[in-house]
């Protein structure tokens, strides 16, 4: 019998900022979402794989 693949997918918090990558994001006073190391509000909720792509984009500053 073949092993049952696991299908979760990873999913992480990417500040769009600093580059920072990070598992849970910060709430501030107001109640966003923030990025825990700059305080930034510009965070996206990516897949891992999504992530690299991302950070490509990030350098290019596209």
């Known amino acids: 019998m073949k092993k049952k693949e696991n299908k979760r997918e990873i999913r992480i ?3 769009t900022n ?3 990558k990070f598992l849970k994001a910060w709430v501030d006073r ?3 979402l923030v990025c825990p ?3 930034s509000p ?3 909720n990516v897949n ?3 992530y690299e ?3 490509r984009r990030l350098r290019r500053g596209i």
Do not use: A, K, N
Request: hydrophobic share 30%; net charge negative.
């Open 18 to 20: 600093c580059g920072t």
């Open 30 to 32: 107001r109640g966003v």
């Open 53 to 55: 792509d991302l950070r």
């Open 13 to 15: 918090w990417v500040c």
């Open 37 to 39: 190391q700059c305080g």
């Open 48 to 50: 891992l794989h999504e």
């Open 42 to 44: 510009s965070i996206e």
